[in-house]
């Protein structure tokens, strides 16, 4: 019987039923009131003797027999108990039957029980609720760390399919751009194809972490709580049966004519071991239990792909550098998990050792409350360790060690006062507020998109003469590509990888017939008539597409400056700074709409604001673009230059709140249904203005039709 409740484990035998067990043990806390209780009323009740005493055995053994079910194999078990009982249930039915052999007790006897066992009880009773409760919300920690990561995976897999459909629209354009542009059009969709690349390589290496990630929440952390509970479970049952012991010996001492009634009592504590109850518990417990499926790759609906990690020069160089960036940030990490994991055993050691005996001077109270709180925080960075471990594992296992010979830039995070070129795209890295990383030996400066694409070639420290030099090299560099039309190749990409590809087909040259699904386009340049290659050049724009001084202040304004518009729908005032207006009214737009869905017109003398989807605007006309000399399009830009500026109609949708500057909106991702009148009731897919965002209690406030009310803040995502 030994060895075979020594093999008991929650975390082995109950695969994440942490629910029932979280259950099944809050009852058995529970219980400890009523135990503690019965020695309450019994301290008064053995005033009057037998026949009081009598009254509440039989009292007891009614709510024994209401609870015997639940208290040895839960609320809903697998397997029907039948008569059996729990080895504390057969154990308080001894002490009940005891009850009832003793008649008369003393005063002394009735003082000793409220004192001795029932504060006690009380005390245990509460302790304990609180560590299943630290349980409850460790358990909800573990699995917002593990949605977190599944909803890592989720955006990682979108930014993938949306890079795909990138990667498509830019083909697209290349295959309709015109031979002067066709060269700038490749090297668009080279670049996407780079940032394809690293989208589905950063998907699969996700798609391993949220794996690991899964099998750690199943096999290490929901082990452990369960395991932990378990303890918790037998170590209240070792604590009542120290109680039971005592509650026993008292009435031993003050009742010698009741030995043999207590001997039974105290035989029947003695057999009751700790883990028989979870013993109990388990055998009828037990379901079938089959773990989740691993995670694999899903490809686009648009692209045809493999679940393979792309290992070309480009992908290379972002493998690389994403492989140095996690082996530091491991070895940063490393030693606060080592540290963390000892500190973990050492209390777990030491819980062990007060678990029964609290002489040494510190209760279990306060070495489970340090235990829980290092626990809390060795698990958050565990799960970063796992995390960086397994990105390495992919990477080394699908490309080998890239470090290897590598000579890498030593980045720094910088903002950049001046115009500066990015030395990996060659386009600018402009404005204060948009910051990039700079070489501290070679001064290499690129983008932050750029970081992670920029090959390991640092030629180490420079001198300031020779970082110029290199800055020349490489602006003459970037004029020799932009000619030649250099950039990403990927000879195995065509329209053929498209799931959309059997949807192409051209119109016939002479009759521009009906579309033909067989017929496709070549993307490739004919060879037969190379274009010249012709270096762009750089020149200042015309004066006339320079933007004239600001007015002064004396020069304000005047209707013939303002854009006209013209009123698609009426308007009645509703607030203070509005302004009504009839349909089909022109109007002076004074100040645009600013991002609140607002602007400010002028009718007649009058001024005041009305929702931008209410007006189309016209703005005044655009003085025509001269052609430019080295363009080979016969197609005009000032129509699209018109066209951007004139506003679309729109429907008469609800106006917006006046005056919400820079409005964000949220869509819901999942159904809710309300719980209280505070709250909003939401389907899939509904869309609310972000009144406050989440402030760390899990809720977030948004406003419907004027109403503002809470709903999960994990329940929704913002849009544009």
Known sequence: MQMATDLTSFGIDLKDGFKPVNSWVGHGIGWLDEIQTFYR????????????????????????????AVLSVGETPSLTPGSLESNSLITWTAILNSTESIAKEHETLSVELLNQIADPLKDIATRYEEFRKRHEQLSTKILQERDAVY???????????????????????????????????????????????????????????????????????IPDLLNSLQDLNECRVAKLNNLWNIS?????????????????????????????????????????????QDFVFEPSLVWHDTDEII?????????????????????????????????????KKRKDEVKIDEASGQNDAEVTR??????????????????????????????????????????????????????????????????GFNCKDCGYACHSKCEMKVPATCPGVLDKSAKKALKEEKRAQATLDVGNGDGYKSSDISRSNTMTSTLSATHSAEGGGA????????????????SPVRARVLAPPPMKYIAPPPESISELPTDDNLIKGRMIYAYNAVGEGEISVAEGRDVFIVEPDDGSGWVKVKVGYKEGLVPASYVDATGPSIPERPMSAYSSSAVSIAPSITGSLTGKKRGPAVAPKRGAKKVTYVE???????QTSAEFSMSEGDRFVLVKPDSGDGWAEVEQNGVKRSVPANYIQQVD
């Open 668 to 674: 819901a991702i999942y159904a809710y249904e309300a």
């Open 370 to 435: 340090a235990l829980f709180n290092t626990l809390e925080d060795f698990i958050v960075i565990d799960n970063k360790r796992t995390t960086y471990q397994v990105e390495v594992e992919t990477i080394l296992y699908a490309v080998g060690d890239l470090e290897r010979g590598a000579s890498t830039h030593k980045f720094k995070s910088s903002s950049f006062k001046i115009a500066t070129n990015c030395d990996f795209c060659y386009e600018r890295i402009w404005g204060l507020g948009n910051k």
């Open 151 to 221: 909803s890592d995976l989720k955006k990682t897999k979108e930014k993938y399919d949306q890079q795909c459909k990138e990667v498509e629209t830019a083909r697209v354009k290349v295959g309709k751009s015109f031979d002067s542009s066709k060269g700038k059009a490749e090297r668009a969709k080279q670049q996407e194809l780079m940032d394809m690349a690293n989208a589905k390589n950063t998907y699969l290496i996700t798609i391993n972490v949220t794996n690991r990630h899964k099998k750690k929440y199943f096999h290490q952390d």
């Open 515 to 530: 579309l033909s699904p067989t017929k496709s386009i070549s993307t490739r340049p004919s060879a037969a008539a190379p």
């Open 248 to 292: 026993a010996a008292l009435e031993t001492n003050c009742h010698n004519r009741c030995n043999e009634h207590t001997s039974v009592v105290v035989s029947a504590i003695a057999s009751n071991i700790p883990v028989l109850d979870s013993q109990m518990f388990v055998e009828h417990n037990k379901v079938n239990w089959n773990e989740p």
């Open 41 to 68: 009323e019994r301290s008064l009740i053995e005033k009057e003797y037998s026949s009081k005493l009598n009254q509440l055995a039989k009292k007891y053994f009614e709510k024994k027999a209401k609870k015997s």
């Open 311 to 347: 290992d070309d020069e480009p992908a290379q160089v972002f493998l690389r550098n994403m492989m140095t960036k996690t082996r530091r940030n491991l070895d940063i990490i490393k030693p606060d998990v080592e540290k963390k994991a000892r500190e973990v055993e050492s209390l």
